[in-house]
Nanobody, 124 residues
Framework: QVQLVESGGGLVPPGGSLRLSCAAS????????MGWFRQAPGKEREFVAA????????YYADSEEGRFTISRDNAKNTLYLQVNSLRPDDTAVYYC?????????????????WGQGTQVTVSS
């Protein structure tokens, strides 16, 4: 089992930035590929970004236009998502997830463990 706890969400104005964190505990964090997903009100959960277990490969949803950066610190058992130039349509609950697949990518079914989510609200 891997326990995941997200933090760093909040209310930010359009154009602002946030860094979301996901603290992992339980099994060896560096064994897991990781991903970020989000779910906006009334919409299905969607893929945001993913990173390999070692951190040397990362993947992003096409819609993000370079505004998101996923990273990890295996020594601190923590995953990050830097989000810049926030827009109102970025408002969502952001979830981190862990996968035993070498490359989990966009497929939710490949992720075995999920956090509870952190709310990001973009509004003036």
């Amino acid at each position: 089992q891997v326990q995941l706890v997200e933090s760093g969400g909040g209310l930010v104005p359009p154009g602002g930035s946030l860094r979301l964190s996901c603290a992992a505990s339980g099994r060896t964090f560096s064994n897991y590929a990781m991903g970020w997903f989000r779910q906006a009100p009334g919409k299905e959960r969607e893929f945001v970004a993913a990173i390999s277990a070692s951190g040397d490969s990362s993947y992003y949803a096409d819609s993000e236009e370079g505004r998101f950066t996923i990273s990890r610190d295996n020594a601190k058992n923590t995953l990050y998502l830097q989000v810049n130039s926030l827009r109102p349509d970025d408002t969502a609950v952001y979830y981190c997830a862990a996968s035993t697949w070498a490359v989990a990518g966009t497929n939710e079914d490949r992720y075995d463990f999920w956090g509870q989510g952190t709310q990001v609200t973009v509004s003036s």
